[in-house]
């Protein structure tokens, strides 16, 4: 049971953020990672698609045998959560709490959340941060073009600087001291935010604070694998060629086994 992986999908390379923080703070543990790159975007999709797709998305990893599901997208841990807590009999783990949780440490209460149109209308990181910080004052803005941009590999190119500069105008106006990165492809562009924002405002990545989750829930039901070393396996559903290419870039080492999956 112990050495059983923990499953962790996303719509596309956006997640390997999350799998970055995990794989550095559980080392020992297996990794199970699936992009449903066929499908990319899920930003964009109605509630039932991205239900759908975060249903199937599971499935996979579920009989893949994993001990663990980490919803790693912003979008499918908004809208589909109850869902696969219900569906499945193992933990399920999302990034929007956990994001919410460092959020509420802001100074001046003053946050920008920025994600994809899906999670955005959801409100559900409003909803989170008002529960622990009620007098906050929120400012969200969608970003569509992000997702695209990081896929592409153009995360640090000037055409995302202008981009961010466009959609994020009344964020930098707003005094806020805090900005969400409602999704998992935004860390990708964490040195363009920075251009753009600055040092003075803290960019908050779900993706570390969802490792700490991981952790906690691993120490508090003896979850944890006791041997060292352990194996990273990466699935796709559409050729591998472009995950690997700005996986790799995105990782810092190479993404040996990536297969190819049809699932749904
Ligand atoms: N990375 C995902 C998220 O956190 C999905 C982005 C997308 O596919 O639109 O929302």
């Given amino acids: 049971m112990l050495d059983r992986s923990i ?12 799998l970055k923080e995990i794989a550095s703070l559980l080392p020992e543990e297996n990794l199970l990672y699936l992009g449903d790159t066929a499908r990319v975007p899920y930003g964009t999709k109605s509630v039932e698609t991205v239900q759908r797709y975060a249903l199937e ?30 569906r499945f009999q193992l933990p399920v783990i999302g990034v929007i709490e956990p994001g919410a949780r460092r959020a509420a440490q802001s100074r001046n209460h003053r946050i920008g959340v920025i994600g994809t149109e899906g999670t955005i209308n959801s409100h559900r990181y409003p909803e989170a941060i008002y529960a622990l910080l009620p007098d906050a004052e929120i400012l969200s803005v969608a970003c569509p073009l992000f997702v695209p941009l990081a896929e592409e590999g153009w995360a640090e190119h000037e055409i995302a600087r202008l981009t961010a500069i466009e ?26 935010l920075r251009r ?20 906690q829930l691993f120490r508090s039901q003896g979850l944890s694998r006791l041997q060292p070393g352990g194996r990273r396996t990466f699935f796709v559903t559409d ?3 472009r995950f690997i290419r700005v996986g790799e870039a995105f990782l810092g080492k190479s993404l040996e ?7 749904g």
């Fill in 167 to 192: 959609y994020l105008q009344p964020l930098l106006t707003a005094k806020i001291d805090t900005l969400v990165l409602g999704c998992t492809h935004y860390p990708l562009l964490c040195n363009t």
């Fill in 7 to 18: 499953g962790i999908f996303d719509s596309g390379v956006g997640g390997l953020t999350v």
């Fill in 196 to 215: 753009v924002f600055g040092n003075a405002v803290v960019l908050v990545d779900s993706a570390e604070e969802t490792a700490k989750s991981v952790q």
């Fill in 57 to 86: 998305a599971a499935e996979f990893l579920v009989a893949q045998g994993v001990k663990l599901l980490v919803v790693a997208c912003n979008t499918a841990s908004a809208v589909a959560l109850p869902l696969l807590r219900e």
């Fill in 239 to 241: 050729v591998p060629a």
């Fill in 257 to 263: 086994s990536v297969e190819q999956v049809q699932i």
